[in-house]
Nanobody
Framework: QVQLVESGGGLVYAGGSLRLSCAAS????????MGWFRQAPGKEREFVAAITWSGDSAYYADSVKGRFTISRDNAKNTVYLQMNSLKPEDTAVYYCAADRRFSGVSYHSGEYDYWGQGTQVTVSS
């Protein structure tokens, strides 16, 4: 069982930055690939970024590539999403999720085993 708690969301102007954190409970955090997803009002949840259990590989949606960076600290049971050059279209609730797999990552929300409660990110123009 893994419990995930996101933090770091808020209101920022376009072009600004935010860093989201996702703290995980449990001693098996390092065996999970971790992902960030987001959901805007009236839209489906979409993949943002994911990182392998070891942290050696990261993957991004085209819409955030070059602006967002996912990282993890297994000693702290925490995964991060650094978001730079934010745009109004990045406005959404951001969720972190854990997927127990030993290689690669999944882009599909249905393959993730555990989810956080979400944190709101609002980018104003």
């Amino acid at each position: 069982q893994v419990q995930l708690v996101e933090s770091g969301g808020g209101l920022v102007y376009a072009g600004g930055s935010l860093r989201l954190s996702c703290a995980a409970s449990g001693r098996t955090f390092s065996t999970y690939a971790m992902g960030w997803f987001r959901q805007a009002p009236g839209k489906e949840r979409e993949f943002v970024a994911a990182i392998t259990w070891s942290g050696d590989s990261a993957y991004y949606a085209d819409s955030v590539k070059g602006r967002f960076t996912i990282s993890r600290d297994n000693a702290k049971n925490t995964v991060y999403l650094q978001m730079n050059s934010l745009k109004p279209e990045d406005t959404a609730v951001y969720y972190c999720a854990a997927d127990r797999r030993f290689s690669g990552v999944s882009y599909h929300s249905g393959e993730y085993d555990y989810w956080g409660q979400g944190t709101q990110v609002t980018v104003s123009s």
